[in-house]
Nanobody, 121 residues
């Protein structure tokens, strides 16, 4: 039973920072090989890609970001703890949305329920 639980969301003003955490359980030793990512869904809009960090044993992948968050967001992972992080800095109102964590391998994809991020002017 694979479960993803996001935390760390909240309400901040423009220019503020937040760090999101995704706790993954049920994958155990397979977690390092899974690709991980963050997506967000503004109210009334479709879910969009934010950041991705591919898995691999003995390999450190380079993160990939949506253009609007480059230089402001940082995705990372701790394979020993089974966690995924998203450090968000210099937040703007356009970053507002429900942020969801995703982990996937060749045959499976898992999602958390998400954590809300609201950025006010």
């Amino acid at each position: 039973q694979v479960q993803l639980v996001e935390s760390g969301g909240g309400s901040v003003q423009t220019g503020g920072s937040l760090k999101l955490t995704c706790a993954v359980s049920g994958i155990a030793d397979l977690f390092p090989s899974f690709d991980v990512g963050w997506y967000r869904q503004p109210a009334g809009e479709a879910r969009e890609f934010v950041a991705r960090l591919d898995g691999g044993v003995g390999f450190v992948s380079s993160p990939v970001y949506e253009n609007s968050v480059k230089g402001r967001f940082t995705i990372s992972r701790d394979n020993d703890r089974g966690t995924v992080y998203l450090q968000m800095e210099r937040l703007v109102p356009e970053d507002t949305g429900l942020y969801s964590c995703n982990v996937r391998d060749i045959g499976s994809s898992y999602w958390g329920r998400g954590t809300q991020v609201t950025v006010s002017s």
